[in-house]
T-cell receptor
Framework: GQQLNQSPQSMFIQEGEDVSMNCTSS?????WLWYKQDPGEGPVLLIA?????ELTSNGRLTAQFGITRKDSFLNISASIPSDVGIYFC?????????????FGTGTLLAVQP | DTGVSQDPRHKITKRGQNVTFRCDPI?????LYWYRQTLGQGPEFLTY????????KSRLLSDRFSAERPKGSFSTLEIQRTEQGDSAMYLC?????????????FGPGTRLTVT
């Protein structure tokens, strides 16, 4: 089945640093979604990508849809303490008609003031 | 628009008891999804509804689990004879097929602890 692997598994950075994380798949995805989850809360949608090579920004966040359609990248510039959380990539499973989401393993981000 | 809401936010129950969770999707969203998330993992799909019809169930959804969306608005997820392995965060999400078929909007979740 489709699996999404994220790296790094965790990151510990200083406030103000830039962050890069990625998500890779064993199969092609036609849509990539990036979510952020705070402790005890549900995931919040950050960015949606629909076309190979697409680069999309949301404030200090920038995400890219990989050319091979098997990967995606998320960058956070000038990190701040509220960026702390777990970042998940996700994509719809095209095996059925539901567009249910397959989630990655997550990247835990810790930002030290 | 108040977003997806879930109730309760936390539930502690003893093994063998039944529990029921409620999800209210974003108004006019015709698709509603249930996911389960265990510690250190991403959410995993359980089931989904289009309007009031339950169109797919994951094999994770054993026969102790049942979900309903009787009028195509709110949904309930019931777990009968709870087991310790049912302890997890249960997440509800919704979207509108015509506007954004892939972007799903999640509620805050219900944290279930089975003792």
């Amino acid at each position: 089945g489709q699996q999404l692997n994220q790296s790094p598994q965790s990151m510990f950075i200083q406030e103000g640093e830039d962050v890069s994380m990625n998500c890779t798949s064993s199969s092609i995805f036609n849509t990539w979604l990036w979510y952020k989850q705070d402790p005890g809360e549900g995931p919040v949608l950050l960015i949606a990508l629909y076309k190979a090579g697409e680069l999309t920004s949301n404030g200090r966040l920038t995400a890219q849809f990989g050319i091979t359609r098997k990967d995606s990248f998320l960058n956070i510039s000038a990190s701040i303490p509220s960026d702390v959380g777990i970042y998940f990539c996700a994509g719809p499973n095209y095996g059925g008609a539901t567009n249910k989401l397959i989630f990655g393993t997550g990247t835990l981000l810790a930002v030290q003031p | 628009d108040t977003g997806v809401s879930q109730d309760p936010r936390h539930k502690i129950t003893k093994r063998g008891q039944n529990v029921t969770f409620r999800c209210d999707p974003i108004s006019e969203h015709n698709r509603l999804y249930w996911y389960r998330q265990t510690l250190g993992q991403g959410p995993e799909f359980l089931t989904y509804f289009q309007n009031e019809a339950q169109l797919e169930k994951s094999r994770l959804l054993s026969d102790r689990f049942s979900a309903e969306r009787p009028k195509g608005s709110f949904s309930t997820l019931e777990i009968q004879r709870t087991e310790q392995g049912d302890s997890a965060m249960y997440l509800c999400a919704s979207n509108e097929l015509r506007d954004s078929p892939y972007e799903q909007y999640f509620g805050p979740g219900t944290r279930l602890t089975v003792t």
